[in-house]
């Protein structure tokens, strides 16, 4: 492999160590303190919410028919009035969220058993209905605790998902740099 080439591989994979590193120690912060998580990811749904709102009422008037913006300037409004309201009021946003958060496991636990058994006879069903059943476990833990459980759910998903994301962007660079490393 060329000199260069591997410097620079070996060069972006040292960079992607340390960001893999940075990632899993903020899921280890999230799944420690998963109330401060919570609200910190409340808060940029915020603000996506706000940059959502805006971007509908720019697209609003680019669009040119009457109905069209009306329609998108609604929609902008929307969006904007509820990420001021999640800004205002993190911790109702939170348990909102939460809530949602619970649904969304309930139908994916839901689609997942479903799939498992339309699935039945071919090798792997057992470990569709596995999650499906687990899944549904954890939608109903959330559910029967909200909104208590808003202030450990989103939080501790959220850093599980950072740590599992950190680990899988390390073990790729790793791989990277193996096989770029000279014979």
Same mark, same amino acid.
């Given at each position: ?52 709102? @805006? ?54 636990? @839901? ?51 950072m740590l599992f994301s950190g680990m899988s ?15």
């Amino acid at each position: 492999m060329d000199n260069s080439l591997t410097a620079d591989i070996h060069r972006a994979s040292t960079w992607s160590i340390v960001l893999s590193v940075l990632i899993m120690i903020a899921g280890f912060l999230a799944i420690a303190l998963p109330s401060i998580a919570g609200i910190t990811f409340t808060i940029i749904v915020g603000w996506m919410l706000i940059f959502a709102g @805006v971007l509908h009422l720019i697209f609003a008037f680019q669009s040119g028919q009457a109905r069209m913006v009306i329609w998108q300037v609604l929609l902008g409004l929307a969006y904007g009035f509820i990420g001021v309201y999640v800004l205002q009021h993190p911790v109702a946003g939170l348990a909102g969220l939460t809530f949602a958060i619970a649904a969304y496991l309930f139908v994916e636990a @839901v689609l997942e058993t479903v799939l498992a058994f339309q699935l039945r006879p071919a090798s792997g069903w057992g470990w569709l209905l596995f999650d499906g059943v687990v899944t549904f476990l954890l939608a109903g833990m959330i559910y029967a605790t909200w909104p208590s459980s808003a202030g450990w759910a989103v939080g501790t998903l959220v850093g599980i998902s950072m740590l599992f994301s950190g680990m899988s962007r390390l073990m790729v660079s790793l791989a990277a740099r193996r096989i770029s490393a000279p014979a």
